[in-house]
């Protein structure tokens, strides 16, 4: 990671404080300063790289000034924070009140503070505030002494000399006086701790210097580059979550997946978060005596202030629904202070050997996210850790962007670096990524130690690991990492703040290292074989030198109905000149030479997003002369950033892939009419806004125009199609296969992506997306998959979706194609008609709808390519339709819409009691970008 500042220094006074100090740092270890009196270290803080020095106490204000003027000197930080303890000598003041100095005086002379330190301190102390009210901190003016305040007489003084003065302190009149002189900007913490009582300050020191450390925490990752690279984001299916959260169970063993359901059980069934502060300590202790069915399951103790509950629970109460807490009960909870369970260090399951690092191992499914484990690789990799195979590590990371139901460690496919499928014994095993965060509860984290809710890179989980790995490691070190869930031995859970996930920022991702070396083992040789294979490049005059996997963006920036991770993951991208230095890093790893290229598989979810970055790249590989070394393709496009102007076409973007020598564009279209596009690709918040006048995201005539288009530019067409809508009935499947027709008679570069992985075309119900839950609710997913309605399977008996599987580019190929069409359709009408004939085992409306629909479109297809002739036998059998029902006896479409109301109406009501989007409703982005 490149810093833009240089190290910041903090400083404090008492012994104390320093010990406190440093053992909050990660990677902490001592330093020499010459010149100073006092010890000096460095690590981090908030994952930034610090120094920490002890400087004197101000009663030898020349020393302390030498001291500090060594710091300016030796260390030339950019900025200095003073973090220390204050007497109050104002009554409104209480011990373990923050403040932050603006200016300090000293016998009739004054020193300011760095504003704009101070001003970006008060921001960070108030958002900090939100969740830790004991973090608000008020800005005064102090008083700097220059003797230790011991007697009535000499506090009377001072209020008489500075009558608006409410604190006293030592040093920083000091402090601010030389850095300002050295140019270099400061900022003072101060706690009260006394009154005036030597014995008070002492006995004060343990509770306020973690204050201290948090808001300093606080105050630097809002600093560059902290802030740039990484920030928090709502993690909005477990929102109600916002709490510090122990699960034990004695003398037994839990996984986290089983601890994470106890503690969602609680927090959603005994409503316990409505009596709680935010940031509150809960601990929950499966060791309650197993009692008759008339006893309670549980036994409640809430501390009155609302920051301490502790659950002893049950076997039963894992089993049985639990009604929200009483009035009553919540009464005879209440304690002054309740007893907490401490894990002692030597049970703590510590991680130690070599790394094994993977990604996600899919190119279908978030492939780039598989990617970003290479940058975790890297960044290891420059801070001295050694990367392993698996048979010899000590530590595995996996990162995943799906939920899973198996191991998150047992991958499908085979991965470079991955040795054998078994485990080794007392391996520290970890999951990334986007899966663990929608559904810490999915059974494919069972044998996980620790799960990184989010993104890891950016000393994130190196940080984590060296503090875990630490002897002096406690379990209240793991609380100063927001959406974290630990495993710190076989009986214990631990959760901190998992309503939030840490993730890249556009800056962050582009801070990353991706080496070629790192990049090539995340995913194996199999992978670049598929895609060579997928767009056909065997055929070619001329052979790549070699292929590479690699990303512009990340995300997709879409929030369709069928997919879990845009409600999840922001689109990102990668800048154009970040893009191309690897571009030239590959160039360079394989030694192109004149004449050579490498084949590059772009992953990216969304590649068109923002179409003005192609134009962008296109402009750059032209202007570097790079161009002639890679062939680009691309897997993954959308329709809608196709869509523009009056002939709803984008034909700079078009224009664009052309210039990037893409010769086939795959697009995700996946529903071709308006009513499958209205649930499956419409963005679903407006889905819930507006219900069943929702106008879909684009129209059969829209994408009819962008083939048309992109076909017309001497550009071939793969689009993607879903099937098995399962809030659709036949209808929609037979007006599918019609504009399927369509487009495959008009435009011989189009087709529809078959083969590329089993069941392609089949709608799957992700875990944690819309169309899955609703779907759940309403009873149409049986054994894994959608239910389809009762003419569903029969209609597509009888759609022989292979007409799609190639393009027709010569006439025997459109007569092969016309032929085929033919039968499908005279095979369907038959088919209708022996339904029609013993309709006792259907519904007649439905049989009827079909056959309506079946009728009326099958006229206007015959009007549409009436050039290419027809089937007698078929017109045949449309008389003996028409003989069996007139237009008159046909329902009117309204009377029958098969499923379509039903998720709308199955929506309005799912939405206001789903956790995700009540989150949504209730809480704001910035609510969350603090502790």
Known sequence: MNNTISKPCIVCYDPAEFDGISKALTCRESMEIPGLKHQAAKGRLASTDIHLVRLPFGNKPEELRRNIEIICTILRPEIIISLGTAMAVSDCLKIG???????????DRKEFFSPELT?????????????????????????????????????????????????????????????????????????????????????????LIPNLIALAESFIESLP?????????????????????????????????QAFNIVKKTLRELCIGEVLNINAFIEINLEKSVMPDTEPSFDLFLEESGNFARLDISDRFVTEKQQPLSQELLQNAKCSSIHLRSVKTEEIKKPSG?????????????????????????????????????????????????????????????????????????????????????????????????????????????????????????????????????????????????????????????SLSFSPESLRIIYSDAYDTFLVNYFDLGKRHSKAKATRLFFTSRGCGRRCSICCSGGYQQYTTLETARFIDVLKSFKEFHNLQSGEYIDVFLLDSNLNQYPERLDEIADCL??????????????????????????????KLIEAYSRLGINEIVIGIDSYTDSSVRILKTDFQKILKYGEKTEPIYSFNDIENVIGAIDAKGIKSRCFLLFNNPFTGSDDRIRTYYNLLKLALKFPGFMIDLDSSPNVNEIKPFPGAPLTDIAQDAGLIIDGVFAPDGLTRYVEKHLDLRLFNSRRFSEEQKSE???????????????????????????IPQVLLTVKTFVSEDDKLIKEFEQFGSDLRLLEVKKQIRNIISPDDLPPDNLFPGRESIFFKITNSWSKNHPTYKAKKKNSESEFESM
């Not at 690789?377 to 939920?403: H, P």
């Not at 032209?622 to 070394?629: A, G, Q, R, T």
């Open 119 to 207: 001003d970006a301190l008060r921001k960070a102390s108030d958002e900090s505030a939100k969740s830790r009210p004991e973090l608000a901190a008020a800005t005064l003016e102090t008083y700097t002494s220059s003797v230790f305040i011991q007697t009535p007489e000499q506090l009377r003084q001072i209020k008489e000399d500075y009558p608006s003065i409410k604190i006293v302190e030592m040093e920083d009149y000091h402090l601010a006086a030389v850095t300002s002189s050295f140019q270099i900007k400061c900022a003072s913490i101060r706690a009260i701790s006394d009154y005036g009582n030597f014995k008070q300050h002492m006995d004060s020191l343990s509770i």
């Open 225 to 257: 580059p902290r802030k740039q690279l990484m920030q928090y984001a709502v993690n909005p299916s477990i929102s109600d979550m916002p709490y510090r959260i122990a699960v034990n169970a004695p003398g037994k063993t839990i996984n986290i997946p």
């Open 97 to 107: 009140n923050l403040c932050l100095i603006s200016s300090a005086v000293q016998n």
């Open 622 to 651: 032209e202007k570097e002369n790079l161009k002639s070394f890679f062939n680009f393709h691309v897997r993954h496009n959308e329709l809608k950033s196709f869509i523009k102007g009056t002939d709803h076409v984008n034909h």
């Open 354 to 510: 070599k790394l094994h690092i993977q990604g996600l191992n899919s190119i279908s499914a978030e492939a780039v996210e598989g990617l970003l484990a290479a940058a975790t690789i890297d960044e290891f990799e420059s801070d001295g850790f050694e990367i392993s195979t698996s048979d010899n590590a000590g530590i595995w990371m996996y990162r995943t962007a799906s939920v899973s139901q198996t191991s998150y460690f047992a991958p499908h496919y085979g991965i470079p670096m991955r040795k054998s499928d078994k485990i080794p014994e007392n391996v520290f095993l970890i999951v990334t990524g986007l899966g663990p965060a929608i559904d810490p509860g999915a059974s494919g984290g069972s044998e996980a130690d620790l799960m990184i809710l989010g993104d890891e890179q950016c000393n994130r989980l190196k940080d984590y690991l060296k503090i875990i790995s630490s002897e002096n490691f406690k379990t209240s070190d793991a609380f100063r990492f927001p959406g974290i869930i630990h495993k710190i031995n076989s009986s214990t859970v631990i959760f901190n703040r998992i309503d939030q996930r840490q993730t890249l920022t556009t800056a962050g991702l582009n």
């Open 817 to 843: 194609l016309l032929s085929r069409w033919q039968q499908v359709r005279l095979n369907l009408a038959e088919a209708l008609l022996k339904k029609l004939e013993n309709a006792c085992n259907l519904k």
